[in-house]
């Protein structure tokens, strides 16, 4: 009977499994993949992630990655450049860092601390308890997994006292236990791509926030381009789906479309493609439920992690593993699986309020022409972009609290006051 077992060895399995094994503990993680293996992603990593990393101790294994100053923000023709904000808990860098070298790196960073990492394994189904549990959430007690070599198709039990779901957006093994998607919650669809570019060391990610579907209207959601520095730039489109709104548009005619219509400077066409683009299911603002059972927590994707207002979700990933690794240490120190309730608390306490803004805020710009009027209005000055980046990398200060929404507040009405530009 191992300690804790964790289901998948991206972000949010990896970062759980490095602080569960740090701290002493018996932890397995299964990875039914072989690293390093791909990721669609923008590749993106803001401060919180950079944070992340580096108490993790993987500062140094950074420094091959492209690092880069902050955000560029371009729409209806204007551009404005924001350098990362100065914060008392983040560095003011960022870097772009495909996902192929990203996660192999942490996983190993796991392993290296105690973990035992299987990779090609993968957990099929969960092993259940004939009891139901004691603690709390509605999810059964989960004695482990059924887990498969996918070499040799051999199978086997593995069996834990915990278990956490960190098996992503589609969280087969989340859903198997019960875990599901509240779908009045908005839903990122993106697809990324990959470009040989001669601006591939550009110091700014950049974002386009004008971007339009097939009848020309802007649509909730933005395109970027990332510069990865090794002769390469991710390239990409991300939309937002709320009340079932923009499910008919096609990403991929919007990815077409964006490589039309970025600066030609970036140099995206078909033939610097590297291949074609890859896409996936971004959800988003705590949208998964429940994230506790008496035996299980769920982190990252598999718990709807991912921050509404921009897509971000390594950072989360990398949080909400690092808060189950603690609220499992004290289950196992004796506190039992009363403990793993305040994983809960500790989710709400820390993005709460912050993810319902951005829910609101999301649902608010799903309507065309308020998104319009709110990139207008924001474009118009820096001083708004400056907050907005704050506001939407998760990055205020904690003196900046509750400017969150204030900041919604004003482009809320000046959504309701401002009809058309
Ligand atoms: C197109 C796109 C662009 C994005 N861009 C960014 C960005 O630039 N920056 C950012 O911060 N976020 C971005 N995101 C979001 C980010 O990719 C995710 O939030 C992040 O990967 C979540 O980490 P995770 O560990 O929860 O899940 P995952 O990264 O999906 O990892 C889950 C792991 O579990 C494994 N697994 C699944 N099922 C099983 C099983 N049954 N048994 C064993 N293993 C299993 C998988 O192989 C995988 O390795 C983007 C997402 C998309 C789709």
């Not at 078909?270 to 998964?288: D, F, I, N, R």
């Amino acid at each position: 009977m191992r300690d804790v077992l964790v289901v998948g060895a991206g972000p949010a399995g990896a970062a759980c499994a490095y602080w569960l094994a740090d701290a002493g503990w018996d932890v397995v993680v299964v990875e039914k993949k072989q690293f390093p293996r791909e990721k669609t992603c923008g590749d993106g990593l803001t401060p919180r992630s950079v944070r992340q990393l580096t108490d993790m101790g993987l500062a140094g294994a950074l420094a091959g990655a492209h690092r880069y100053r902050g955000l560029r923000s371009c729409a209806y023709g204007m551009t404005i450049e924001m350098p990362w904000p100065r914060h008392p808990s983040f560095p003011d860098v960022g870097y772009v860092i495909t996902r192929h070298d990203l996660d192999q790196l942490v996983a190993e960073r796991a392993a290296k601390a105690g973990a035992e990492l299987l990779q090609g394994t993968e957990a099929a189904e969960p092993l259940l308890a004939d009891e139901p549990g004691d603690g709390p959430g509605q999810l059964p007690a989960c004695t482990g997994a059924l887990v498969v070599d996918r070499g040799t198709r051999r199978t086997r039990k593995i069996e834990a006292r915990y278990v956490v779901v960190a098996d992503g957006a589609n969280s087969r093994f989340g859903r198997a236990l019960g875990t599901r998607r509240d779908r009045d919650y908005p839903l990122g669809m993106a697809l990324r791509g990959y470009f040989r570019s001669p601006r591939h060391d550009d110091e700014f990610i950049e974002s386009h926030l004008d971007i339009r579907d097939a009848s020309g209207s802007v649509v909730p959601g933005y395109g970027w381009v990332f510069p990865l520095g090794d002769g390469r730039v991710n390239a990409g489109v991300g939309l937002l789906s709320t009340d079932g709104r923009h499910k008919g548009v096609n990403t991929s005619h919007l990815m077409n479309a964006f490589v039309d219509f970025a600066p030609k400077s970036w140099g995206l066409s078909l033939a610097s493609s590297c291949g074609p683009p890859t896409g996936g299911k971004l959800p988003m603002g705590l949208s998964v439920a429940p994230r506790v059972g008496p035996t299980t927590l769920a982190i990252g994707d598999a718990s709807g992690a991912i921050n509404p207002f921009n897509g971000e979700g390594i950072a989360y990933g990398y949080e909400t593993g690092r808060l189950a690794a603690a609220c499992l240490g004290r289950a196992l120190s004796g506190q039992g699986s009363a403990a793993l309730g305040d994983y809960e608390r500790q989710v709400q306490d820390a993005y709460g309020l912050y993810y319902q803004v951005a829910r609101d805020f999301v649902r608010m710009i799903s309507h065309p022409k308020v998104m319009e009027v709110c990139v207008r209005t924001g474009m118009h000055s820096e001083g708004i972009m400056g907050t907005l980046l704050k506001i939407m990398g998760n990055l205020l200060r904690p003196d900046e609290r509750g400017a969150a929404e204030i900041a919604y507040r004003a482009l809320a009405t000046a959504a309701t006051v401002v009809p058309s530009w």
